[in-house]
Each structure stands twice: as structure tokens, then as C-alpha cells.
């Protein structure tokens, strides 16, 4: 698999506190470039980062389409309120989100509130109104029965990807939860990893075991330095 088809599959990813506008340009000029599948950055930058890709010229180098906007609700703690997060998400779209990363709240799983996050989930999808949302479930903070169960939740509420992690929480993608997401996932739902991805190898084995997505920032980097 060359670097073109595995940077096709990235969500280049900006999400630190103290992002600043020159950052987010930075990467949008490097997603444009490099032709990721995205940019995920926080939501209050979603407007101006559309505005700016609406403006630029995103077909240079062949790689075609406009560049995607992706944002993120409920990062990274999960535990804001469903009413908050499907607020989050109707403002993101009206700034021009095209995909919705959301953190599930992660108490209810261990409570066993299934049924809730589920609804939860259902109500954001509801509020993206068409657009590509993915459910990030935490891996490093469940146990093996919960991933199985986060699997059928996320397929029962109509999600289009469950993902691994945020990167906030002390842990990113193993190869070991996208296998098991494969396993368990409904066929309809596709596979993002994030976390942690810092080579283009273990990109490609990410994707060989069914990613369909990648969270990072690290592949673009390399390629800057010329590595």
C-alpha cells in the first residue's frame, strides 16, 4: 500500500487546548496537500476552517474534492449531557462540520446504561442532519465485554464508524481492539483508529485489519521531515 492510499484514509487530526488559527490553517493547507480524507479540529474553528477550504484551491495536486471538516462533540470526557452534545452538533453543522467525532459517556457503560447511550447516539445522528458521524467508544477505559457491547450499540443506532479513542485519556488504537471491532461491528459500520499512530507501517497494518479511517497527525509530520 503506498503513502498516497494510506493518507486517503486520514483524518488529520489538531485538537490540543491552545490550537491556534495559524495551526489550523497549517494543517488544512497540509491536508489539501498531502490529500487526507480530513481535518479534525475543535469546533469553535470549524466555521472559518470551511470558509477558508471553500476559498482555497483544495484540487492542486490531483487529488480532487473539497477537503472534509471534521470536529468533535462531547471531547474528551463524554460526560457533558445528550442535550448539550446534540446542541454541539447542530451548531457544527450550521459552521459547515461534514463528519461529527462524538465521545459516548463512558459512565453510563459502566453503570451497564446501554439503552442511553444508544438513544444518546441515535439523537446525535438525528442532529447531523446527513452527516458522516463516528462514536468514540475509549478502549482504554473498557474491558473486553464492553467493547463487544459498544460494537452492537453503536451498529443498532445507526452510526456510520465507531473509533477507538480521543488521544486524551492515556491510550490510543491497538491493532487488538480493531480486530476486535471487525469481529464485532455490524457490516454497515466502518472502523476509525486513532491514537498513537506514528508510522506508516503500523498505519498500513491498522488498515489491513479493517480501519477504514485513521486519527492522526504523525504521517503528515513525517513527511515534512522529509523522512
Not at 488529520?12 to 490550537?19: E, N, R
Not at 484551491?57 to 471534521?70: E, I, Q
Not at 457533558?80 to 465521545?103: C, F, L, Y
Request: proline residues 1%; negative net charge.
Amino acid at each position: 500500500m503506498d503513502r498516497d492510499e494510506i493518507l486517503s484514509k486520514v483524518d488529520h487530526t489538531l485538537l490540543a487546548q491552545g490550537a491556534t488559527w495559524a495551526q489550523i490553517k497549517e494543517i488544512c493547507d497540509d491536508g489539501m496537500k498531502y490529500g487526507t480524507a480530513s481535518v479534525c479540529i475543535p469546533p469553535s474553528y470549524v466555521k472559518r476552517a470551511a470558509e477558508y477550504l471553500k476559498n482555497a484551491d483544495n484540487g492542486a495536486g490531483g487529488k480532487g474534492g473539497r477537503l472534509k471538516v471534521c470536529t468533535v462533540i462531547g471531547f474528551p470526557n463524554g460526560y457533558s449531557t445528550t442535550a448539550s452534545k446534540v446542541a454541539e452538533t447542530r451548531d457544527a453543522v450550521e459552521n459547515g462540520a461534514d463528519e461529527i467525532d462524538m465521545v459516548i459517556n463512558i459512565g453510563y457503560v459502566k453503570d451497564g446504561l446501554y439503552d442511553e447511550v444508544e438513544k444518546e447516539i441515535r439523537e446525535i445522528k438525528e442532529a447531523c442532519a446527513g452527516r458522516t458521524l463516528k462514536v468514540i467508544i475509549e478502549t482504554c477505559l473498557l474491558d473486553e465485554d464492553e467493547k463487544k457491547k459498544m460494537c452492537g450499540v453503536v451498529t443498532a443506532a445507526g452510526a456510520d464508524y465507531i473509533k477507538t479513542s480521543t488521544g486524551f485519556a492515556g491510550g490510543g488504537a491497538t491493532f487488538e481492539d480493531v480486530k476486535l471491532f471487525k469481529e464485532n461491528v455490524g457490516k454497515d459500520v466502518k472502523i476509525k483508529a486513532a491514537g498513537g499512530i506514528s508510522s506508516f507501517e503500523d498505519a498500513e497494518r491498522f488498515i489491513e485489519l479493517g480501519a477504514d479511517r485513521l486519527g492522526t497527525s504523525r504521517l503528515v509530520k513525517i513527511l515534512k521531515a522529509g523522512k
